[in-house]
């Protein structure tokens, strides 16, 4: 058994990363795992778990299990968790309860959980302490391990915990089984050292880490053999990619490398404002397959807060970063992230965050309260604020972002806009659905031969979080 201990995720040192390319083993026995056999994988949180779960499901599958859409008929569930908000925590530990039933009336049945909520050491105690017939738990540093760690589970029929507090290598070859067969993520980096005092990622991910651009550049390519016609950079803060590399390359040299591979459409997240720099705005202008697209979190509009969050950048700091962009892309569309009711938090600094948004007049934002998370510096912060009032203030942002978003949809009415059509949508099963190049979603009528294929939509009517196109031959 291995357990997070959070003294350790906190570590930083030099310490060289390397690079494993054999570290992910099946052996003969292990691919029989799962015959006959069927899982399921709920998925929470950012991208970066979702292409964990990309990750999982085709190490699954390895193991010769099904996969099925119904946890009811699963042998093996698995829940892929989300740390970064309590809210996050509350749906994991729900399904948790409503699986354990399942557990009761069938005791062969498998259940796991890993992601970044395995690697809180408050959560796994947890664990320990009411969730003893929880199967396995791995965390985020040894996806590669599954293979190893379920065989064990099976075999001992106790319960396996692997979780390590590490500041983690790069562990190449793990293989993947894509949710969509045009679109794809592709993880650039891992890891983060900003250390902002409300965020619990740096210690559940590890210490700042980029892949080598070879690594990177194949992977595009591969993509591109597969008729694959847009690709996503992650990491959880792209723009500092390559700064812990040995070689003199970062995010404006790879941005500039994926687009010269040709392919259609290339987008990245997220970016924290503190490592954007003046190259990178050139190169997303200079590349046509760069899209107009930029998720750039902004926290809080106000100067004492954001030092309170460790954010290292002041409200104008953010606000000269943002006219930069627009300046140079002025058909570009910017979203962000706002916490509100961070400790301390006076009216006077609320109305300072609704003055950036004032200013940016953001295409959408992702609005949260805050969310304290244990082991961070500002669990500890004095929190004298009432739900009510950050109710009040949600609600009060969130009514002035949605003018917005409205207002910035308003500017397509009746233009025609490329359009990458990825499916049927889910509230309109008659309907396609798709993305234009500055991430807005478009609704329209045709048949499936578009879907796979970017096409030129005029916009016919417009909605707060949507738009409805037609289809131009």
Known sequence: ?????????????????????????????EKRLGIGKKYFIKTYG??????????IKAILEDLSFEQT??????????????SIRENAHNKAFGMLGRIKHLKQQNPGLIVGLCGCMAQEEIVVKEILEKYKWLDLVFGT???????QILAESMRSKHQ??????????????????RDSKYKAWINIMYG??????YCIVPYTRGKQRSRHPKYILEEVQDLIKDGYQEVTLLGQNVNAYGKDLSISYGM??????VAKTGVKRIRFVTSHPWDFTDRMIEVIKEYKNIMPYIHLPLQSGSDRILKLMGRRYTKEEYLTLFYKIKKALPYSAITTDIIVGFPGETEEDFLETLDVVKKCKFDSAFTFIFSKRVGTPAYKMKDIISVEEKNQRLQKLNHLVNQYSRLANEQYLGKTVPVLIEGYSEKNPTCLMGYTDTMKLVNVVGNAKYIGQIVNVKIEDVKTWSMDGKIIE
């Open 141 to 147: 540093h040894n996806i590669h391990r599954l293979p």
């Open 192 to 197: 983060c050292d900003k250390f902002c005092t």
């Open 1 to 29: 058994m291995i357990i997070p201990n959070l003294e350790k995720a906190r570590k930083r040192s030099k310490d060289p990363v390397l690079i494993k390319e054999h570290d992910y083993n099946v052996n003969s026995e």
């Open 160 to 177: 396996e915990i692997e979780v390590m507090s590490v500041e983690g290598d790069i562990i190449e070859n793990i293989p993947v089984k």
């Open 46 to 55: 950012c991208q970066m778990n979702e292409h964990d779960g990309e990750n």
């Open 69 to 82: 859409n119904q946890y009811t008929d699963a042998d093996l569930i698995l829940l892929n968790t989300c």
């Open 252 to 257: 404006e040299n790879l941005l500039e490398d």
